[in-house]
């Protein structure tokens, strides 16, 4: 089911009379029971996959929490990850690392030929995989107290509204919400309302508008002309981030209407001034998530330099292949690893750099954040790009300026509203930085109604309504 | 007693509370449902008074003695101010991207309907095999014709329920950005005016798809193109089916093309031919693409039409 889909919309009002009926166990049993439904939509087959991964890790972490033998209870953690990481490593992996296997036997002589599974990847499976590894690794680390229910706990790991695309919300922050009835209050839903207005202004008008745009120019590179895949590769940056904050946006603002906070997913990540700092921005929960329980667990910053970049670089090479099972993923991750690591470098130069020629550090952003974002756009190519070579003729073909003139853009028009839309875009994020929007909308709410009128009117002018699914689906 | 009195007024307040919050929802539906109305009646007087082709067909402005109906070949094959310089004849291309031959025979009755006839009428004919879906571009015209909004409901069924909810939907179109473009400026001279790579010529090879475009005639297609044949007929308009130019390389390569010529040849009425110029040209710098002309390559066909007499109407469309 999709949040941009009809049958959403006959789902969520069924969904939330029952919900806001019920009170306790029925209420969860509701959510569950709804978060089961929206995900059967899909394949009702791999709900089982969900019940055995919910399962499995409420068992164990029921087990951790009965011993305090550290032998016993490493070995329950190390079964809980086997299994969650061997449920992910065979739906997702398993035909990379087939072909990838025969190609290098390849490159050494050997000819075999297995072929690939015809294994079909379950929606949210790295989600959901992470949502529940989180909870036993914070069990075992005494971050949290174990969950008794069953029931509980079933919610925690498939509640519909973040289940198939995130965010990853930590068991900290969302169990212990889950222990009361949340109240179901105007103000909440006046405010979850215009966050879901606005991620679907994000989903609709901005990323599905670019999407034909992009599409063109990453499924056919050599019809297209520098200036051309110059405005796809910009595009799909703004697609990208419309698609997947909009996504967050409106699964924040449905758990929000239901009485659930959970934390900001992105934080205008186009407007960093470092790669740190994007990464503090994009996709929170899940760098956050890779921060915790992969690069300090790694050792993080506490043993040396040299060590801290092979785990910056192990970190966002293994971020990299969460997101796919493609070697293009893996050089995407790459190439942020290099970028943390260079930035790890560099940084103090160019600090002592500012300081000689006394240059405001505010003078600075100028530079920066547009340097940071074309990287960051150079770096999407890989993850967008069908394949290696395609990346690389993208990249060669923008490289050539070879043909500038806007006459031989293709679909004009739709590059024009492009950029009208990434400009206002911009423009409001800019100004949400002067602007406290969420204090001006608390003190006056009829602002709220105008917010969502204005919404609804820039949907049905530019919203784009042809199904879309979300791009993070495939993660 | 006192709490009977509490619990009335608690009722009372969640009573009045809910009543505040539906009002508040209606409020907001009914802000929106004025708002989009307002604004339909700014952007349907915008549209027509736009100089774009369709917005100019719906509000009765051409008078042309030659009409072209067709897809993007068609916009990119007849240029019309050449032709009007050449001949002395008022020109109009009626052609438009993605436009196919079902969605050309409402668009040339409603051109009878509102404009005066033309003595000729040319149908790019690589057009028949194309679908409809660009009625979803054209949705803001259902006000204008009737024949529109039925295939527009047919078409898109989902996209008409919305329409009728929302009007401003139907100015959600790449199309209505165009009419705001040419809100001052004539669209009949629109052509694409770049050259095709020839490094991307010399290493270009079709698609299998190219060929399936050719694969056959659905017979509702066919049954339009005979249709506007009939009724230019009744009008008394010559008709002349053409066959604009490919990159040789393109076309060559598409077994299928000569099948479905001599298929669309044999279907057409007793006399009618069709003037086939698909591998006429063969300088790469007359093309924009594989299968579109550019500027120079519309003057270049232009001269071709000219000397075969193309446009001479004595004959009798044959």
């Not at chain 1, 595009?235 to 996504?247: C, H, M």
């Not at chain 1, 995407?332 to 943390?340: I, K, Q, R, V």
Request: charged share 15%; glycine share 6%.
């Amino acid at each position: 089911m999709l949040f941009n889909g009809l049958a959403f919309w006959v789902f969520i009002p069924l969904f939330f009379v029952l919900y806001s009926t019920l009170r306790g166990n029925h209420r969860l049993l509701v959510s569950l029971i709804g978060s089961y439904v929206f995900y059967s939509w899909w394949d009702w087959r791999f709900l089982f996959l969900i019940i055995t991964l919910t399962l499995s890790n409420y068992l164990l972490g029921m087990k951790i929490a009965a011993t305090a033998d550290t032998e016993r209870r490493k070995y329950y953690l190390v079964t809980s990850v086997v299994i969650s990481l061997g449920i992910l490593g065979y739906f997702k992996y398993t035909n990379f690392f087939l072909d990838s296997f025969t190609k290098l036997l390849s490159l050494i002589g050997i000819e075999w030929h297995t072929g690939t599974l015809n294994i079909i990847l379950p929606v949210g499976i790295s989600f959901y995989t992470f949502q529940t590894m989180s909870y036993v690794i914070d069990v075992y680390k005494g971050k949290m107290p174990v969950e008794n229910s069953l029931l509980r706990f079933s919610v925690f790991v498939a509640f519909f509204p973040q289940l198939v695309a995130g965010p990853i919300v930590r068991a900290s922050t969302f169990i212990p919400q889950l222990y009361k009835d949340q109240p179901i209050e105007w103000d909440r839903m006046v405010r979850g309302a215009t966050w879901i207005a606005w991620g679907f202004i994000l989903k609709s008008v901005i990323a599905d508008s670019l999407a034909d745009i992009v599409d063109a120019r990453f499924s056919n590179p050599g019809a297209n002309t520098s200036l051309s895949l110059m405005i796809g590769v910009y595009f799909y940056a703004f697609q990208i981030y419309g698609d997947f904050a909009g996504y967050s946006l409106i699964a924040i603002g449905l758990a929000h209407m239901l009485g659930y906070d959970f934390g900001r997913n992105f934080n205008r990540p186009y407007f960093s001034e470092s790669f740190s700092e994007f990464w503090r921005r994009w996709h929170i929960s899940l760098s956050s998530w890779l921060r915790d329980y992969l690069y300090i667990s790694l050792g993080g910053n506490r043993k040396g330099p040299h060590r801290t970049y092979a785990n910056l670089m192990i970190t966002m090479l293994l971020g990299g292949l969460w997101h796919g099972a493609a070697w293009t993923f893996v050089i995407w991750g790459f190439l942020h690893g290099l970028y943390l690591a260079l930035q790890r470098i560099i940084s103090p130069y160019y600090r002592t750099f500012l300081n000689v020629l006394r240059i405001p550090p505010a003078a600075s952003k100028v530079f920066l954040i547009p340097f940071i974002f074309m990287l960051t756009c150079i770096t999407w190519v890989f993850f967008r790009a069908a394949s290696f070579d395609d990346a690389w003729l993208i990249l060669h073909r923008i490289g050539e300026f070879n043909n500038m003139s806007f006459d031989a853009v293709a679909q004009k028009f739709l590059v024009v509203k492009g950029f009208l839309l990434v400009i206002s875009l911009t423009i409001i994020e800019i100004s949400s930085f002067f602007i406290d929007y969420d204090a001006i909308a608390r003190a006056k709410p009829w602002l709220n109604g105008m917010f969502l009128v204005g919404c609804m009117i820039v949907i049905s002018l530019f919203g784009t309504f042809g199904g879309n699914a979300f791009i993070y689906f495939q993660f | 007693m006192r709490s009977f009195i509490s619990n009335f007024d608690g009722h009372e307040r969640t009573f009045y509370r809910a009543l505040h919050h539906l009002a508040m929802l209606v409020l907001v539906l009914f802000s929106f449902f004025i708002v989009d109305r307002l604004l339909d009646i700014c952007f349907s007087r915008l549209t027509m008074q736009s100089q774009i082709r369709f917005s100019r067909l719906y509000s009765g402005a051409i008078d042309a003695d030659i009409l072209v109906l067709g897809n993007s070949r068609g916009v990119n094959s007849i240029y019309t101010p050449d032709v009007e310089n050449r001949l002395g004849m008022k020109t109009f291309n009626l052609s438009y991207n993605g436009m196919g031959i079902v969605l050309a025979q409402s668009i040339f009755e409603d051109y009878l309907e509102n404009n005066p006839a033309p003595s000729l009428l040319v149908i790019e004919a690589t057009n028949i095999n194309v679908d409809s879906k660009l009625i979803n571009n054209l949705k803001l015209y259902t006000h204008y014709s009737h024949r529109l909004k039925e295939l527009f409901r047919t078409e898109y069924p989902r996209e008409y329920a919305a329409c009728q909810l929302s009007r401003l939907y139907c100015y959600n179109s790449e199309f209505f950005l165009r009419v705001l473009y040419f809100i001052d400026k004539n669209d009949q001279t629109w052509i694409n005016r770049h050259k095709v790579d020839p490094g991307f010529v010399s290493s270009y090879m079709p698609g299998p798809q190219s060929g399936q475009m050719f694969a056959q005639i659905s017979p509702s297609k066919l049954n339009a193109l005979l249709n506007i044949i009939d009724l230019a007929h009744k009008n008394s308009v010559e008709v002349r089916i053409l066959i604009g130019p490919f990159l040789p390389k393109h076309i060559l390569h598409i077994p299928q093309f000569s099948t479905w010529k001599q298929k669309l040849s044999e279907a057409l009425p007793t006399g009618y031919k069709i003037w086939d110029y698909s591998t006429a040209i063969t300088s790469n710098i007359a093309f924009a693409d594989p299968v579109h002309l550019n500027y120079e390559g519309s003057r270049m066909l232009l001269n071709m039409l000219l000397g075969d007499g193309f446009f001479t109407t004595t004959v009798a469309g044959m």
